[in-house]
């Protein structure tokens, strides 16, 4: 590759990092208020006690485990799907896995703190850690919620050594480009890399290990998380179906965020030289395959009910096809399927904007979706007196609202401290190929045995 | 520890570089070839490419999978009581920790063993210039015998070789 376009990369993906303009405290303390915002209605929540929220008998389980379910979802935008992109080596994921893989690591981190959140003594939460009590009881390893967190924390484990990992040759570039406390900062990140050719092969073999491995670990994650229902008999939860309809539920959403994430990335930090249309193209007709695939899902899970034909299936099934859910099942169905179907299946339409539109769409419609997955059937159980109905209170609607603020000043955060595209990685996609002859090779070859 | 590099612009330079060291008689393991990015088109980045980085990855993965095979069957074991009608020692649900286990061990040993065959963390590297930051590609030997100096200036070129 020639000097001067690595230096053209290395320049154009390091202003972010070097470069700080007033937007960007401004977007830090407007996200940071709102995160404040949520801070303070949990400990409000906390303060008042659960009455708080609107979680009523027989609906214990509202925002805060669709949230979890969805924040789960979102975060297999990013390490699966790059995973997948680089086993099959495909060169436009060069830009996209970093911003990819940190939404997975963040979705992750606050996902993970909604159980938490859900606890009425949330200071008692290392209680849900698999450890002995002092009567040397262990927690039921039978259980779906300790599957949860040894899923959780493999996933969490790996995606964030599968992000950090690549990082180094990037924090070693930035180390001999700055200098005095940024100089330290980055070098101590770098941990000493060199780039001889033995870290670079040992790095490239890791990351296909870790890829080949966070994948099934990926699919496994959401197939728990839909354990945690479908484990139990309870009407419209005790289902085969729900892990791989969670699990292609998940990417479906996760697609969807990182396309709106690459979107702002591109416009805020003007990195249209690096996230082409292609991009969004590409990862747009990942989301109408996703979209189909839900729709697939979705009908054979309906049709399945339907004509099994159940009392207590039906009860919940009537609740969302025309009873008191039905106004959120059916948006759920034109922002999951009627709104991204025809932008992402005409070519005109599958622009950047058209992408995002739908990705928009598609992130409304999947948490919707997690919603209505967990309350209409919590209201509808076998008998009629315990049913009821469940409306969400002030602090429940806050902290939701914060965590997407969490979510945006996180990866702002990041993007200021890290380069958001993998530098070494975009560089390695501009190499031309040498055209080595047979007695080149013979040479090589004899050299090697006998220097 | 003293050093003998050069700096170049094109990895083909660096091809006929390496070569160059290896007909003055630089033992292969001697030779360092710096870049701010792998080369894989080239011979020269080919060297050091053998590896028990997979079978490292699947012994992790085998340990933990014997170690969630001994903490799931020990924890049911530890105070048996039967639950929703399963067997004290339940497979099918143990089958869930012991997978995620069992990766966990191959990611982790895929890791640990990354930074010990990688040499990282490392305080201070003596072969190493910050002009491969700027799409410079290094080629060095360290710590170079008495007798081999003269061959590796000659082969690096005498003009640009950087001595420490």
């Known amino acids: 590759m020639k000097e001067a376009t690595a230096k053209r990369i290395t320049d154009d993906l390091l202003r972010p990092l070097l470069h700080t303009s007033w937007r960007f405290f401004l977007l830090v303390a407007v996200l940071g208020g709102i995160v404040l915002m949520g801070g303070i209605a949990w400990m409000y929540q906390i303060w008042n006690g659960f009455g708080e929220s609107g979680k009523r008998w027989p609906v214990f389980w509202g925002f805060y485990i669709t949230n979890f379910v969805f924040w789960i979802g979102i975060s297999h935008a990013g390490t699966l799907i790059s995973a997948i992109l680089r086993l099959v080596n495909a060169g436009w994921r060069r830009p996209v896995t970093r911003c990819a893989e940190v939404i997975t690591a963040f979705a992750l981190m606050i996902g993970a703190m909604f159980p938490i959140i859900h606890l009425g003594r949330p200071w008692l939460f290392f209680w849900l850690v698999p450890y002995p009590n002092q009567r040397l009881i262990w927690p039921n390893f039978r259980s779906p919620l300790v599957w949860d967190f040894f899923a959780i924390s493999t996933y969490l484990t790996g995606s964030v050594l599968f992000l950090l990992l690549p990082m180094i040759p990037d924090f070693a570039l930035v180390r001999d480009k700055t200098t005095g406390f940024r100089r330290k900062f980055y070098g101590a990140l770098a941990l000493g890399w060199q780039g001889t050719t033995k870290q670079w092969h040992r790095l490239e073999s890791a990351m296909q290990i870790m890829a080949i491995a966070i994948i099934p670990v990926a699919v496994s994650v959401h197939t728990i998380v839909s354990f945690d229902f479908s484990m139990a008999p309870v009407p419209g939860w005790h289902s085969t179906i729900f892990g791989p309809y969670f699990v292609a539920g998940a990417i479906f959403s996760g697609i969807a965020a990182l396309i709106i994430a690459m979107a702002a990335l591109r416009k805020f930090l003007h990195l249209e030289d690096y996230l082409h249309p292609v991009h969004f193209e590409n990862l747009g007709k990942l989301l109408l395959m996703m979209s189909l695939l839900w729709a697939y899902f979705v009908f054979a899970e309906r049709l399945t009910t339907w004509y099994g034909n159940g009392t207590s299936e039906m009860n919940v099934f009537w609740a969302t096809q025309d009873g008191g859910y039905s106004p959120l099942y059916w948006l759920m169905v034109v922002c999951n399927f009627v709104i991204p179907f025809p932008i992402l299946s005409l070519r005109k339409l599958r622009t950047v904007t058209g992408c995002v539109i739908a990705s928009c769409s598609v992130v409304v419609g999947m948490w919707l979706e997690r919603f209505l997955i967990i309350v209409p059937t919590l209201s509808h159980k076998y008998l009629t007196y315990s049913w009821g109905s469940y409306r969400p209170g002030p602090p429940e609607i806050m902290i939701m609202i914060s965590t997407f603020a969490a979510m945006g000043l996180l990866y702002t955060i990041f993007s200021k401290l890290v380069p958001i595209i993998s530098i070494w990685e975009l560089k390695v996609g501009e190499h031309p190929f040498p055209i080595e002859t047979a007695a080149q090779v013979k040479e090589h070859a004899i050299l090697r045995t006998n220097p | ?164």
């Open chain 2, 1 to 164: 520890m003293s050093v003998l590099y050069a700096l170049y612009s094109e990895p083909d330079e660096v091809q006929k570089a390496v070569d160059s060291l290896r007909k003055a008689g630089v033992p292969e393991k001697e030779i360092v070839v710096i870049s701010s990015e792998p080369i894989e088109e080239y011979e020269f980045s080919h060297r050091d490419k053998a590896t028990w980085l997979y079978w490292i990855a699947g012994g992790g993965g085998a340990l933990g999978l014997a170690f969630g095979t001994w903490l799931t069957r020990m924890t049911e074991l530890a105070w048996p009581l039967q639950t929703g009608g399963m067997p004290i020692v339940s497979w099918w649900p143990n089958l869930i920790v012991m997978f995620e286990l069992t990766m966990l061990g191959g990611i982790l040993a895929t890791v640990v063993t990354l930074f010990i065959t990688a040499k990282i963390p490392t305080r201070e590297n003596a072969l190493y210039d910050v002009a491969v930051s700027d799409g410079k590609i290094l080629v060095g030997v360290e710590s170079p015998t008495e007798g081999l100096r003269a061959g590796i200036q000659n082969a690096l070129g005498a003009g640009r070789v950087v001595s420490r």
